[in-house]
């Protein structure tokens, strides 16, 4: 008799949150510290990008990406990028690419 054949969950094939910090920081031209930076008032594309991103790909719950981001309020930043990414192509060509580069 044959043993079973053991597939993996998704969730430990998805990358990890660092893979999509390093990738984002990596297409921005940005350091990890620059990435987690916020300033009252002021836009984070690279941070709202990588945030997204980790809703999307890897598999962790909102709570888990708040906490890697210093995040309290971390569901409308990704409701806020889904609307921005349908709009403006050139940030939408931008995230597919940096996804790409993930997966």
């Known amino acids: 008799m044959s043993r079973p054949l053991r597939i993996q969950s998704s969730r430990s094939l998805a ?7 390093f990738a984002v920081c990596a297409s921005f031209g940005l350091d990890r510290k620059g990435l987690l930076s916020s300033r009252r008032g002021m836009s ?3 941070r709202n990008v ?5 809703r999307r790909l890897s598999g962790q719950t909102l709570a888990a ?3 890697a981001f210093g995040l309290e309020n971390y569901s409308s ?5 889904e609307q921005r990414i349908g709009k403006d192509r050139s940030l939408r060509r931008k995230v597919e690419a940096i996804e790409r580069r993930i997966l």
């Open 15 to 21: 990358p990890g949150l660092e893979d999509i910090q």
């Open 44 to 46: 984070n594309d690279a």
């Open 50 to 54: 990588a945030i997204y991103l980790a």
């Open 65 to 67: 990406i708040g906490a």
């Open 77 to 81: 930043v990704v409701c806020r990028m």
